[in-house]
């Protein structure tokens, strides 16, 4: 199984972009569903989770501008992102963690945001 990410692009300070992640096939066990970012020179970072049972968790910076979702019959996660930053400018992975503890990471799509 694979995830698939889609969303990225070019926007203007301010502006909203919504990222969606969907899984190629049915994963069993999912208990975690979430988005990483990784920024030019630095590591890899959490911005937001969902679990199954709807409880979510932010990266401060993104709190009140970002909006984590999902569907579980769908097995997808979705990320709204509003009034952007410069600094939100990164690779966005999607994540999923099953009860197992298996992992699985989407490739990746690149948010640029300009000022």
């Given at each position: 199984?694979?995830?698939?990410?889609?969303?990225?692009?070019?926007?203007?300070?301010?502006?909203?972009?919504?990222?969606?992640?969907?899984?190629?096939?049915?994963?069993?066990?999912?208990?975690?569903?979430?988005?990483?970012?990784?920024?030019p020179g630095k590591e890899?970072?959490?911005?937001?989770?969902?679990?199954?049972?709807?409880?979510?968790?932010?990266?401060?910076?993104?709190?009140?501008?970002?909006?984590?979702?999902?569907?579980?019959?769908?097995?997808?996660?979705?990320?709204?992102m509003d009034?952007?930053?410069?600094?939100?400018?990164?690779?966005?992975?999607?994540?999923?963690?099953?009860?197992?503890?298996?992992?699985?990471?989407?490739?990746?799509?690149?948010?640029?945001?300009?000022?």
């Amino acid at each position: 199984v694979q995830l698939q990410a889609s969303g990225g692009g070019l926007v203007q300070a301010g502006g909203s972009l919504r990222l969606s992640c969907a899984a190629s096939g049915k994963i069993v066990g999912v208990n975690v569903r979430g988005w990483y970012r990784q920024a030019p020179g630095k590591e890899r970072e959490l911005v937001a989770v969902i679990m199954n049972n709807g409880l979510t968790n932010y990266e401060d910076s993104v709190k009140g501008r970002f909006t984590i979702s999902r569907d579980i019959k769908k097995d997808t996660v979705s990320l709204q992102m509003d009034s952007l930053k410069p600094d939100d400018t990164a690779v966005y992975f999607c994540h999923v963690k099953t009860v197992y503890g298996r992992i699985y990471w989407g490739q990746g799509t690149l948010v640029t945001v300009s000022s």
